[in-house]
């Protein structure tokens, strides 16, 4: 098997354990009429809380450094998670003084990646949204290996305690609406549904229905 077909057969067998076959067909539908037709479509929940009475920091204590490009340049992240494009995206914001990445490491590897984009609100790199005294939960992603740890819920109290401590005043967070643990997560953490939206591709243009931030 070619390593472009083992990739892709991972990414696949990836979504299937994380969304179930319903949201998996759902999502290779939609890559079908994308490649087809150039149109896509994807649903997305705004999330949103003030930053005061934050949860305590579950009992586990799991070792978070800020990143840089390098810790994903290893055979756990590269490229199964860091391709290319990737690559090129992660550098940008790694440019932007405002966007800051956290990990964290078990045993002294990458675990878990976040990041938080201070005073913007920022959807699929594109759609951008200035907010003062606010900050958004970012582009969080656990190794296959290392899930089922509680490492997702440690890692929002902990950039929710790091934004409140940087003079942020409110929290958001936009997820992809069928990606259910996510969203548990963030409303364990007392995040709230606050809006829906829709993000829509035709060829390389692109819509998004959010106007404005509450």
Not at 96 to 115: Q, R, T
Not at 121 to 141: E, G, N, T
């Amino acid at each position: 098997m070619s390593i472009k077909k083992s990739h892709l057969l991972g990414k696949f067998r990836e979504k299937l354990i994380l969304y179930g076959w319903c949201v998996t067909l759902l999502i290779l539908i939609k890559t079908v009429l994308r490649k087809l037709f150039g149109f896509s479509w994807e649903k997305y929940c705004l999330m949103a809380r003030d930053l005061n009475n934050l949860p305590a920091l579950p009992e586990e204590k799991f070792s978070v450094k800020e990143l840089s490009i390098h810790d994903y340049e290893n055979r756990l992240w590269e490229p199964s998670f860091l391709d290319a494009d990737k690559k090129r995206l992660y550098l940008t914001r790694f440019a932007d003084p405002k966007a800051k990445a956290y990990g964290i490491f078990v045993n002294g590897e990458l675990a878990f990646s976040s990041w938080i984009q201070y005073e913007e609100i920022i959807i699929q790199s594109r759609f951008r949204f200035p907010k003062k005294q606010s900050a958004l939960l970012l582009d969080s992603y656990c190794h296959p290996k290392f899930r089922k740890q509680g490492l997702h819920n440690y890692m929002v109290i902990w950039r929710l305690e790091e934004m409140k401590k940087r003079g942020v005043e409110k929290c958001y967070v936009a997820v992809w609406a069928y990606n259910r643990p996510s969203i548990r997560a963030q409303i364990k953490c007392d995040l709230h549904k606050v809006q829906k939206f829709y993000i829509i591709s035709v060829g390389n243009k692109k819509w998004c229905t959010l106007k404005n931030i509450p």
